[in-house]
C-alpha cells in the first residue's frame, strides 16, 4: 500500500510532485493563500512524509496532528527556521532542507542587490519612469563603486563562498565571519576576520547565516554603527537576522549609505507594506533569492528525493544540521 504524503502546495514548480504523486498518496493544500496551522492540520492525519516550504509552520501540532506514522519533514528550502527542531527530534522525525542546489541562484541575487543598492538603480530606475528624466545633470543618481570595494560575508557556507567567487570578477577584496569554522577550511577567495574587524572594514556586509537562536538580530544597532557610513547591509538571509527597526533608523539618519533586502522580520506583506519598501536607499525584493525555474525545481526535486529515501529506509540525501534520524 502507498503511504501518504502531505504536501503543503498542490503546484510547485517542476516535475518532482508528480514523481512524488507516482510513489505515493499525496494530499495538497490547494488554497490559493499560504495555509495556516489549521489547514495543515486537517490535511495531515496518517500521513508519513511532509512536503513544506521554508515559510509553513511545521511544529508540534502538525506533527501531532500526523500521528506515528509521520518519519520525515522535506523542506523545499535552504532556512529551516520555520520547523521545530525539538519537537522532531522528540518524535524521532527527520527534517531535510535543500543546500547546494540554491547557492549559485542565490548568489546571483546577492550580487544584483550589492550592484542594485551601491548604484540606487531602483530609484534611478522609477526616476525614469516617472518622467524626471529632463536633463543630464553630472550629480544626479551618484551611487558608490562596487568594484574594488571590500565586500564582507557573514556566513561562509555555499552561497557565501559563490558570493565570494563573483567578488574576484569584480576586484574586490573579501572578508568573512562565520561562526561554524568547519564553514572556512581551504579556501584562498576570502580571509576569516573577526565580526568586529568584517563591520569595520567592509563596504559591503552580506548575511548568510541562517535564522537561530545565536543569529536573531546579529545585526542590531551596535553592529550597524560599527559599519562605515558609506557601508551597504545586504541580506538574502533570513528577515529576523537584521532588526530592521535599527537598520531603517541607521539608513535614515544617513549614518549607512544604504541596504539591499530580499527577507523580512514579517512575511509577505500584502498591502501592509513596512517602512522599509519606501525608503529610497533602501532596495527590496519580495524573498526571490532562488527564484529561477530550474532552480525552484531542483529544490522541490530535493525534497521529494528526500521523502523517498526516508520512507525506503535509506538514510536522507540533506538532513538540517542534527536533523538525521
Ligand atoms: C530558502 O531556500 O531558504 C529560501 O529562502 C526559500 O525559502
Known amino acids: 500500500m502507498k503511504k501518504r504524503v502531505l504536501a503543503t502546495r498542490d503546484n510547485l514548480p517542476g516535475h518532482g510532485l508528480d514523481r512524488l504523486s507516482a510513489a505515493a498518496d499525496v494530499v495538497a493544500w490547494s488554497g490559493t493563500d499560504k495555509p495556516g496551522r489549521a489547514d495543515l492540520a486537517a490535511l495531515a492525519a496518517g500521513v508519513s512524509g511532509v512536503l513544506a516550504l521554508g515559510n509553513d509552520p ?33 518524535r524521532g522525525i527527520a527534517v531535510t532542507h535543500t ?54 560575508l557573514i556566513g561562509y557556507g555555499q552561497i557565501g563562498r559563490a558570493v565570494a567567487r563573483r567578488a574576484q570578477g569584480f576586484g574586490m577584496r573579501v572578508l568573512h565571519h562565520d561562526p561554524y569554522a568547519s564553514h572556512t577550511s581551504g579556501d584562498t577567495l576570502s580571509t576569516p ?27 542590531s544597532a551596535r553592529e550597524l554603527d560599527a559599519m562605515k557610513p558609506t557601508a551597504t547591509l545586504v541580506s ?52 526571490i533569492g532562488s527564484a529561477t525555474e530550474s532552480t525552484r525545481a531542483a529544490m522541490v526535486d530535493l525534497a521529494v528525493d528526500n521523502i523517498l529515501d526516508v520512507l525506503a529506509d535509506r538514510p536522507a540525501r540533506t538532513p538540517i544540521p542534527g536533523g538525521e534520524r
Open 236 to 287: 538574502t538571509a533570513r528577515g529576523g537576522v537584521v532588526d530592521e527597526e535599527a537598520l531603517l533608523k541607521a539608513v535614515r539618519e544617513r549614518r549607512l549609505h544604504s541596504a539591499g533586502l530580499d527577507v523580512y522580520e514579517r512575511e509577505p506583506m500584502g498591502g501592509e507594506l513596512s517602512p522599509l519598501v519606501a525608503q529610497p536607499h533602501i532596495v527590496t525584493l519580495p524573498h
Open 99 to 152: 543546500p547546494g542546489v540554491l547557492a549559485e541562484t542565490t548568489a546571483d541575487l546577492t550580487f544584483a542587490l550589492i550592484l542594485a543598492a551601491r548604484r540606487r538603480l531602483a530609484s534611478a530606475s522609477a526616476s525614469l519612469g516617472a518622467g524626471a528624466w529632463d536633463v543630464f545633470r553630472m550629480h544626479d543618481y551618484l551611487g558608490l563603486d562596487v568594484h574594488g570595494a571590500t565586500l564582507g
Open 193 to 219: 576576520v573577526s565580526l568586529a574587524g568584517l563591520l569595520a572594514e567592509s563596504d559591503i556586509v552580506s548575511l548568510h547565516v541562517p535564522l537561530t537562536d545565536d543569529t536573531r538580530h546579529l545585526i
Open 58 to 90: 511545521v511544529d508540534g501540532a502538525l506533527m501531532d496532528a500526523a500521528g506515528p506514522s509521520l518519519r520525515v519533514v522535506a523542506l523545499a528550502s535552504m532556512g529551516f527556521d520555520n520547523v521545530d527542531r525539538a519537537a522532531a527530534a522528540e
